[in-house]
């Protein structure tokens, strides 16, 4: 049977999971081999150069460009204070003074007697990286971070905005299709991963914050409900850097979708247990889905088999997620090996799935996402 390669959602109660926590620039490694770290824990810690700023001292002290290492009081590399005199000069026997006091605190980069420009730089900016996850470190990079490795509970979404934030999972929803509304939210969400149904509203973001939930997971979203809360459309950036207090994740889709029955249950289960999640999301190359991860957490019954492996084979749950079935969960029936010409009069691979109301359709195996095991 011929293969395509299909994306999917990985959806289970076990799992290993490896997290890279790699500094920006080169720097210091703050565990070893073999520690076990929390989520809080600085692992890896550097300075970031501090922004630069310009000068131009020969125009403004009225000197010739070659003149102004002359002028100045400070040499390259000195620190300096902002409002400190820096450089001086004086013409017509002493009559005409002037000075320029710095405007920063910092240090002088440069000073160049060729343009007559002097370069500061604002002091340094510290940049610590934190475990992030719950567990042992397992390998250490030199002067770059660490590989923090565990076993865990883990749900991809599929599309998610804020960073990485840790806080007890607090199912709200009773069913998959329940509707995640403001008056859903208490003040006993603060600190909290906050999971709904099939949508969460505009108005149930806003109350989130307002309660200090440090998250919120449902299946769907409105998207003008995410663009008043962000103040712009997102359009397809990488997320995960919005100025926002709260992080955000739907593991289905844009509109209201009821959740997965797999990935309910799953909530269901680790259901008060804290978890580290991230809303980073890329669509493009190099693909990046918001997660959820319990770490430590134990399996309740018996696990579902992995099918990850096998690519599409029959039985396989599915998301569709091209219209006129976007969102739909459902079950492959057949996959047929033959090309066939569907309405664009292009010759692609299809399936047949089965749908959630029994229906069983025909779609272009492109069109749909693996639910993963």
């Known amino acids: 049977m011929a293969h395509a390669y299909t994306p999917g959602l990985k959806v289970t109660e076990q799992t290993t999971i490896q997290k890279v926590r790699r500094l920006p620039l080169l720097g210091d490694v703050l565990v070893k081999v073999g520690d076990m770290v929390n989520p809080d824990d600085v692992v890896a810690k550097t300075d970031l150069p501090g922004n630069p700023m ?12 070659e003149d102004v290492p002359l002028h100045m009081l400070k040499k390259q590399g000195d620190k300096i204070t902002k409002g400190e005199v820096i450089a001086k000069a004086s013409s017509f026997f002493g009559l005409s003074k002037k000075e320029l006091k710095a405007p920063i605190d910092g240090s002088v980069e440069l000073i160049s007697g060729v343009t007559g420009q002097v370069t500061l730089r604002e002091p340094p900016i510290p940049v610590q990286i934190k475990a992030y996850i719950r567990g042992k470190v397992v390998e250490i990079l030199p002067r770059e971070g660490v ?61 989130a914050i307002e309660v200090g939930a440090v998250g919120l997971v449902a299946g769907g979203i409105v998207d003008a409900d995410l663009i008043a809360l962000l103040g712009y459309d997102i359009g397809v950036a990488i997320t995960g850097h919005e100025d926002i207090p709260i992080t955000v994740i739907v593991t ?4 209201q979708i009821k959740m997965a029955d797999k990935t309910f249950n799953l909530f269901k289960n680790i259901d008060g247990e ?19 991860i319990v770490p430590e957490h134990k399996p309740v019954g018996r696990l579902a088999a992995d099918t990850s492996s096998e690519g599409l084979i029959p039985g396989t749950p599915i998301r569709v997620i091209r219209e006129p079935y976007f969102g739909v969960l459902a079950e492959v029936v057949d996959l ?38």
């Open 54 to 65: 310009s000068m131009n001292v020969a125009h403004d002290l009225a000197c010739e460009p």
């Open 147 to 207: 590989i923090v490795e565990t076993t865990a509970a883990f749900i991809q979404g599929i599309f998610g905005i804020g960073g990485e934030v840790q806080g007890q999972i607090k199912l709200i929803a009773k069913t998959p299709s329940d509707v995640l509304d403001a008056s859903s939210l208490t003040p006993d969400c603060k600190g909290k991963i906050v999971v709904g149904g099939s949508l969460v509203t505009g108005a149930a973001l806003k109350k």
């Open 252 to 255: 289905e889709g844009f509109g």
């Open 274 to 292: 804290v978890a580290s999640i991230n809303g980073a999301t890329q669509i493009r190359a190099g693909v990046m889905r918001p997660e959820i």
């Open 336 to 373: 047929p090996p033959e090309l066939q010409v569907i309405e664009t009069e292009a010759k692609v691979r299809i399936l047949r799935c089965k749908l959630e109301d029994g229906r069983v359709v025909t779609v272009p195996r492109a069109n749909v996402e693996i639910i993963e095991g």
